[in-house]
């Protein structure tokens, strides 16, 4: 694995000062005079900065990765302080942050969904076994007195030494069950030397709960134990490399989840504090994490990125009340910490984020919107899978069993409507809407037109841009243009540019 990168500014050097791990390499400087390249991991300010490098530091340090010590005057930093949502640590702790916490600010994020198709239902259970897609696999009968295997995951989880890996099971039962997570650790190639072998209660598996850190590589093999007996449905097993306490996905990546078990994450960044909050919809992704993170930070405004782990890739944004209720608390939230009007704002998104940005800017009318290749009639999206797009996009079939119970023609229907009886509803007459689709989009060939024909609202805006191609064909094209739409918006609307 690549090691952590950690630039030191003071005038005392670390590296004689405290005992560094082999996964870090530290880069001291007296002063600050010059910066190029990637920014830095970590990086530790000892000393209160001088002028000259203020601007240099917004370059070397990403958000929540900037640590200053009780030698620094934070008045000094300015808006530096707020900018990379710096952190206090005290000299004495310095030691103890290096050996223990400094691992978790590795560069890659990565994360995963155990797929139903890789569990195995124990054959000391005998009632009956139901599986639903890429959703779920649904037992129904008795699962005895006493915890016992029911199901196991064939592919064990790789965790490297030292590693530690976030798990989080999906699941749903009847209250006559009761669950357990039990995991048993080997050594890297062996199935009888065991590290360790832990077993999660129910109430330990309300939280996120941590693994690894094992002095040696190690593969993790996962079981579930029941007793009781009534329905369970095991939904996902989801497994990311952890950051500890420091974040999911990125360093001060955010988490929230509903009494369902389902899961919102969220990541933002205050920029320079001016308008716009730029919302990011993370696209269908297999691996779990953000999306959008180097386009939002060229724009040098604040941006707020969002993300769900669902199905097999994502399920549009949509849910339960409570679900959809978490994404319009997040935005607004960040939007009064900045003081911003939904005049303020502009939501974006490719592909399934482009759906999801329509979707919620229903509750928040922007100043902007602005998609690449954009989904609005996700029921057709589904009914395409039958004829023009077979086996193109099969998660789309979960999609409509999971959010209309059925996936016949009265299903597609109601699915269809649950966008458009929302997208109706409201008065775009402030809002410009800037998509760039495929001219022979697969998923939802309609989708441009359709919008068009539903955005009679007096004084919205429209600007399009089509693009020769199926839905997943030139994606680098769309990106261009939607990247040189943001600079347009910005410069004409908010007199400001991108940065380089």
């Known amino acids: 694995m690549d ?3 950690i630039l030191q500014l003071g005038k005392e050097d670390f590296r004689t000062k405290y005992e560094l791990p082999d996964t870090v390499e530290l880069t001291y400087v007296e002063r600050l005079t010059e910066f190029s390249g ?3 991991d970590l990086v530790f300010l ?11 530091l917004r ?10 010590t009780e030698h620094v005057d934070v008045e000094e930093m300015g808006w530096l302080y707020q900018e990379k949502r710096a952190k206090r640590i005290d000299r004495k702790d310095v030691q103890k942050f290096l050996l223990q916490e400094a691992h978790y600010y590795y560069r890659k994020p990565y994360g995963e969904k155990l797929k139903p198709c890789n569990l195995t239902i124990s054959r000391n259970f005998s009632g009956s076994v139901k599986w639903n897609g890429n959703y779920s696999v649904s037992l129904n009968g008795d699962f005895g007195n006493e915890f016992g295997q029911t199901a196991y995951w064939r592919n064990n989880i790789p965790v490297f030494q030292g590693q530690r890996i976030d798990l989080w099971l999906e699941y749903k039962k009847d209250p006559g069950v009761s669950v357990s997570l039990v995991i048993t650790g080997f050594i890297r190639g062996s199935i009888s030397e065991i590290l360790e072998r832990k077993e999660f209660s129910e109430e330990e598996l309300n939280d996120v709960i941590q693994i690894g850190g094992f002095p040696t590589d190690a593969s993790v093999f996962l079981s579930l134990h029941a007793k009781g007996s009534g329905a369970l449905s095991i939904i996902a097993l989801h497994d990311r490399h952890s950051r500890g306490s420091h974040g999911f996905f990125l360093p001060g990546g955010k988490r929230c989840a509903t009494s369902e078990r389902e899961e919102v994450f969220y990541y933002f960044e205050p920029g320079d ?15 779990q994490g953000f999306e959008g993170y180097n386009l939002m930070k060229k724009l040098g405004s604040p941006f707020l990125l969002l993300a769900e782990a669902r199905l097999e890739g994502g399920c549009f944004y949509m849910g339960s009340k409570e679900y959809e209720r978490l994404y319009v608390r997040i935005i607004r939230n960040h939007m009064k910490k900045l003081g911003f009007s939904p005049g303020e704002t502009i939501f974006s998104g490719l592909s399934m984020g482009a759906y999801g940005a329509l979707y919620y800017s229903c509750a928040v009318r922007p100043h902007a919107v602005i998609l690449g290749k954009p989904l609005a009639s996700i029921g057709n999206v589904a009914a395409n899978e039958t004829y023009l797009r077979p086996g193109g996009f099969p998660t789309s079939l979960d999609v409509l069993k999971y959010l209309c119970q059925n996936t016949d023609r009265d299903a597609v229907k109601k699915l269809n409507d649950r966008f458009w009886n929302k997208f109706d509803a409201v008065d775009w007459g402030n809002t410009k809407f800037i998509m760039s689709y495929m001219a022979e989009d697969d998923y939802d060939p309609d989708a441009y037109q359709t919008l068009l024909s539903h955005l009679c609202s007096g004084g919205v ?3 399009g841009k089509g693009i020769h191609g199926r839905h997943n064909d030139n994606t680098m094209g769309v990106i261009h243009w939607f990247l040189g739409q943001f600079g347009k918006i910005l410069k004409e609307d908010f007199f400001r540019k991108m940065e380089d």
């Open 59 to 68: 370059q070397a340090a990403k958000a929540y990765t900037l640590f200053i």
């Open 3 to 5: 090691k952590i990168r």
């Open 46 to 56: 000892d000393r209160t900065p001088r002028k000259g490098e203020l601007a240099l």
């Open 38 to 40: 990637k920014p830095y």
């Open 273 to 287: 504090g001016k308008p716009p909050l730029n919302v990011f919809f993370s696209g269908y992704k297999t691996r």
């Open 461 to 463: 805006q429209v600007y």
